[in-house]
């Protein structure tokens, strides 16, 4: 496995990733997007010092996929990576950003693009990309956003989002898991817009979508929505697992659920 980072531009800002390769020549890829308040490697998982998505690439590569993890821009909070401010995050931005390493990820020798993962609201930026793009050519979706609306006003409550909408920020919002972030007015605006589920009904690709049944951050009716709006094939991976696949308690049921999707990716590309 070979691990190095990968540059593009959107908007003039640097869009930054690692770009994960097998071992051997030119390789499929699968564009991998995190979730809100993440980063390119995603949460650490309890044990094994290794993120989500980075230990998710590193078992995808010795299985012989690539893989592009990105930071969006204003994600990468180190000071290191991406370009941007996170006060200027959007839907729109993130998926611009989608397009834009999808496009540098077409035009690298090493490697050839064939799907998109998204988790959380990383999957409604994957399924607004899919449905407008019709660029993957296998979409998975973890634990994904659909309802931004509900689950906003759930957070802030309606009135303070309608708030939200009227004053052009930035707005502080302190998130149920302990994370304070600010916004401007574009992203309240964006959450009252995106439909996420009539994005993915344009999608015509197979389509694979796992949740857990003690997430406790995005409700199992999201992924059934997701489910019922796609007219293409698709996948349903259910397991007894929390919005971060029981990260916190180890490895186990993400390394399940990576090789359930690189599985259901193989077939759907082969």
Request: proline residues 6%; contains cysteine.
């Amino acid at each position: 496995m070979i691990e190095t980072l990968l540059n593009t531009y959107v908007a003039g800002q640097r869009l930054q990733g690692t770009l994960c390769l097998p071992q051997g020549g030119p390789s499929p890829c699968i564009l991998m997007l995190h979730g809100f308040t993440g980063s390119r490697d995603e949460q650490v998982i309890a044990g094994v010092g290794e993120g989500v998505f980075s230990r998710t690439a590193r078992r995808w590569a010795a299985r012989g996929m690539a893989s592009l993890r990105i930071d969006f821009r204003g994600s990468s909070f180190l000071g290191q990576g991406s370009d941007g401010d996170f006060a200027d995050t959007t839907y729109e931005t993130q998926i611009a950003d989608a397009h834009a390493a999808w496009e540098a990820l077409t035009q690298d020798p090493r490697v050839t693009p064939v799907a998109v993962l998204g988790w959380s609201m990383g999957g409604l930026v994957a399924a607004s990309f899919a449905g407008r793009s019709q660029k993957p050519r296998a979409t998975a979706l973890w634990a994904p956003l659909a309802n931004p609306r509900a689950s906003l006003a759930e957070i802030q409550g309606t009135e303070v989002l309608r708030q939200r909408l009227e004053e052009p920020g930035p707005h502080r919002i302190d998130l149920p898991w302990g994370k304070t972030v600010y916004l401007k007015r574009g992203y309240f605006e964006g959450v009252m817009t995106n439909r996420p589920t009539e994005e993915i009904a344009h999608y015509q690709g197979p389509l694979f979508v796992a949740h857990g049944t003690r997430d406790d951050v995005i409700p199992t009716l999201a992924a059934e929505a997701y489910l019922a709006a796609h007219k293409g094939s698709h996948e349903a991976w259910f397991a007894e697992m929390d919005h971060s696949f029981n990260a916190t308690q180890g490895p186990e049921m993400l390394d399940k659920l990576a090789d359930a999707t690189l599985d259901f990716i193989v077939k759907s590309t082969s």
